[in-house]
């Protein structure tokens, strides 16, 4: 059977299509058949592919923000070439590590990263790729500030919720929704060189 938004051929058993993330209903939700329906409040993104159009539609994902500690500061007492390649190497391997684990980064703001996972592609396992991510990166960044010489740490947040996704969208603007802004407050109160879970 296909999944009843995308047309995707559905794996016997899943929970999630793996082609645009539409929670199916199962057997035991609906009464019958592996496949029934998307769940209440998904848009059927026809437009996406038909008119090059994105449409949006309500997707369970999870978000990661992640920001380097006292960076500012950093930045003031160091050579802006310095700086440059700091930030560099911290944005080539922080998309490295995302990827690794099936997720898509959002957004650079700064020395902050959004990254995000079961858009536009979902996992069953998508909660813990984000956390293993994040502790991927927390451990990742002091190594990248010991080869320049620089003490530094990151934090991060993770939150899986309910958001707005804009299917066909592509990077920033992809997501939105509170629970977008509830992850970047997780972040804000993580301790340095820890991940905050919600």
């Not at 999870?62 to 310095?82: C, K």
């Not at 190594?143 to 320049?148: P, Q």
Request: hydrophobic share 40%; net charge negative.
């Amino acid at each position: 059977m296909g999944c009843p938004t995308c047309g995707a051929p559905i794996v016997p058993g899943a929970r999630f299509c793996g082609n645009c993330g539409t929670r199916l209903a199962t057997a035991d939700d609906a009464g019958a058949g592996t496949v029934a329906k998307p769940t209440e409040g998904a848009a059927v993104a026809h437009g996406a592919a038909a008119g090059g159009t994105s449409a949006t539609e309500r997707r369970v994902v999870n978000v990661l923000f992640a920001d380097l500690v006292g960076f500012t500061t950093i930045s003031a007492s160091r050579d802006p070439e310095t700086i440059r390649e700091l930030q560099s190497r911290y944005f080539e391997r922080t998309r490295e590590i995302v990827g690794r684990y099936g997720g898509v980064v959002e957004k650079f703001i700064g020395d902050a990263v959004m990254a995000l996972w079961g858009a536009p592609t979902a996992h069953e396992d998508d909660a813990e790729r984000a956390v293993r991510a994040a502790l991927d990166l927390v451990e990742m960044v002091p190594v990248i500030g010991r080869a320049m010489d620089i003490d530094l740490q990151l934090r991060a947040g993770v939150l899986t919720g309910e958001a707005a996704v804009s299917v066909g969208s592509e990077s920033e603007g992809m997501v939105t929704g509170d629970m977008v802004n509830t992850a970047s407050r997780l972040q804000s109160a993580a301790s340095p060189g820890t991940v905050l879970v919600g």
